[in-house]
């Protein structure tokens, strides 16, 4: 099945940063081809699983740039990426292990990310642009 990889982003998910908004889509496209490829195997590949954790923390380390430009407070934040780092590892093992299955993880990862988005990322984004010239992004 073909993903397309723009679109993906609902519009009330969006920042107003554009960097990250796109950084925001490319997860999504990440979290729906793994949805497909699961649907046909019902498996967690190794470079799969790498990639996704591996893009986050990148994502995570953009936010963290864009907040120190801007000389906006991240500590509670980042502590809230790591949780997510630390648990989103843990279900990837338990995956990999037989433990857990991998739609477990799915369901996990979409609630998370699009409730991350609502509670840490918009208001995050709302200090940003309040901190920076509107022609800065
Ligand atoms: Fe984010
Ligand atoms: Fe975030």
Known sequence: MEIPAKGLLP?????GIAHIDAQH????YRIENLKASCLDTGELPDHVADDLLAY???HFA??????????????????????????L??????????RADIFSLLRYLEIWFERHI???????ARKV????????D
């Open 25 to 28: 889509e490319a997860i999504f």
């Open 89 to 98: 590892r843990h279900w990837v093992d338990r995956v990999q292990s037989g």
């Open 118 to 124: 609502l509670e840490e990322d918009q208001p995050f």
């Open 11 to 15: 519009a009330e998910l969006m920042l």
């Open 56 to 58: 986050l923390a990148e």
């Open 62 to 87: 953009s936010e963290e740039t864009c907040a120190g430009e801007a000389g906006v407070s991240f500590k509670e934040h980042h502590v809230k990426h790591e949780a997510t780092l630390a648990a």
């Open 129 to 136: 642009l309040a901190a920076r010239p509107p022609a800065a």
